[in-house]
């Protein structure tokens, strides 16, 4: 095989695989690409499997929490919107779309919030909860493995990038984390005690306050005349 052909059969490798630090901003924004791509197809699947399951067992926090994976697919969208820009514009075009990008997936993490506190408030008002919290379980543990390694790797890629998308989009995967932390609590605990059916209605409300506040803050951030595009990452 020739030099070409050994590069080419390379290519795939090297877009599934993290580059090692200091790899060339190209290598990069290969990786976030690839990110984004594998954040939308895991939740087109976990969001169509919860809320077939939240149906189904007439679980509003599953159903509700399967709604939610199309925000993920939203921000993951707004990452490879901001990622074509990335060495075919000049400097400040790319300053313009980081801006918008980022301002979009902080008006995400708003509607997310206004999902969350919703459905919690509907399940706490009809007094609901699931036959069996079983699928909430799997699918929370499958979510909470796999939203930690898209969790871990945007951040790289949002420092290595220096982009405050990615680092925005980053928060997002962490805001799924902790919806997944709150579903498998709640689902553990009816499943323990039937009688405290109602205690992660409460902790998703608490959760949706913590998550529009983040929200608001990236929205204010991109506003600011100041916006420099940078993701202020921190080791």
Known sequence: MGRKGRADAAAPARIMSRPAAGAPRERWAGWARTLAWLTIAYNLVEGVVSMGFGAADESVALFGFGADSFIEVGSAIIVLWRLRADAATRADERLVRERRAAGGIGALFLLLALGISSGAVLQLVAGSHPDTTIPGVA??????????????????????????????????????MKLSAVLL???????????????????????????????????????????????????
Do not use: H, N
Request: charged share 20%; with cysteine.
């Open 139 to 176: 699918v929370s543990l499958v979510s909470l493995s796999f939203m930690f390694f898209l969790w871990r790797e945007k951040r790289r890629a949002a420092r290595a990038l220096d982009s405050r998308t990615l680092a925005s989009d980053a928060a997002c995967s962490l805001a799924c």
């Open 185 to 235: 609590a709640g689902s553990l605990l009816y499943l323990l005690a039937p009688r405290f059916w109602c205690a992660d209605a409460a902790a998703a409300i608490v959760l949706a306050f913590l998550i529009a506040r983040e929200g608001w803050e990236m929205l204010q951030a991109a506003r600011r005349p100041e916006f420099s595009g940078g993701c202020g990452c921190e080791e």
